[in-house]
Each structure stands twice: as structure tokens, then as C-alpha cells.
């Protein structure tokens, strides 16, 4: 009878205080101040901004550098319409190392319920010791409610692209704007 009421006492405390979703399945969220914030998995680490000489807000990235991604707010979009900016990241990535777009598209993708244009292109790099890398890189602009824009770029190597693509969606998607107007 008393680990009856125990388990009774167990679960009605469990439903009084949840607890919460984030924190159970390990994300957490990084905020730059007055413009955007989103979530990533507690076991990728995230660097600030170090200096006042570079636009990027926010560098993330797991393991040994096995997924990079940066995130660069802007108070104002960077082009005037979905194709212009689908134009300026194709241009991005093109002019990479022997850049080549794979897939591109304005409509595949909403964040904040607006369009988020994107590319998905290979490049070379080299490692260390000079030896070439084959890498794949995502771009997109994710529009913000209050007319603010964060491009993101994820890179990683082709054997890992595709194995962190679904985590690296998910951070996207939470891109969010912290501005009091958004």
C-alpha cells in the first residue's frame, strides 16, 4: 500500500511541476542581445563574438570542428527580395575554392513564417598539412519578423554533412528575433 501512494504521490508531482521540454532533451538557448537568439544541443559548444571587427554574433560547432556554423545578424535585410539574396549566396558560394552549388530554392524552407532562401555547395580546403578536403556548405537567410535577416552558414565534410543536417535544421528553424518591434 505505501509504494501504491508513493507512485500516486510520484506522478502528481510529476504533472504539478513539468519539467521542461528544452532541458530534457539537452538544448539550450544563445541570445544576442536586442537581435536574435536560437537553440542548440548542450553538447556543442558556441563562441560570442570576440571582436568589434567582425560581423559574425555567433560561432557554433560540435566536436572537432566536425559541424561549423555562423550566424551574422543584420537590423535590415541584406537584399531587397528573396531572389536577390538567393543570387548573393549562390555568388557566396560559388566563389569559394573550386565552388559549386548542388541545390538551391527560395520556398523549401520558412522560418518566423517567411521564406528562407538557401544553397547547398561543395568547395575544396585544404587541411593542415595541405591535403585537399572536400566540404559542403549551407547558406541561408532566415527573414525575421522585424525585417531583420541572420545569415547562417553550416560546413562540414562530406561524409558528415548529411549525418548532422537534421540537428543543424532544427537550430535554423529556432532562429528567432529578441527585438522588442519582431
Known sequence: MK???????MIFLALLFPINVGAQKGWKTFTVEDEFSFQYP??????????????????LDYRNNDVQMTFEGSPVGLANT?????????????????????????????????TAPYVIGTFSAKSLFGLPLNAVDLVTAVNLPNNGQVIVQY???????????????????SIS??????
Open 82 to 114: 528573396d531572389e536577390e539574396m538567393l543570387q548573393a549566396l549562390k555568388s557566396y558560394v560559388e566563389n569559394k575554392d573550386n565552388g559549386n552549388v548542388f541545390e538551391s530554392g527560395i520556398d523549401k524552407q520558412m522560418n518566423n513564417n517567411k
Open 42 to 59: 548542450s553538447n556543442w559548444n558556441v563562441q560570442e563574438r570576440e571582436n568589434r571587427f567582425t560581423s559574425i554574433d555567433a560561432r
Open 155 to 173: 560546413i562540414a565534410n562530406e561524409n558528415n554533412f548529411d549525418k548532422y543536417l537534421p540537428k543543424v535544421k532544427q537550430i535554423v528553424s
Open 3 to 9: 509504494s501504491v501512494i508513493f507512485i500516486a504521490s
Open 177 to 182: 528575433s529578441t527585438n522588442s518591434t519582431g
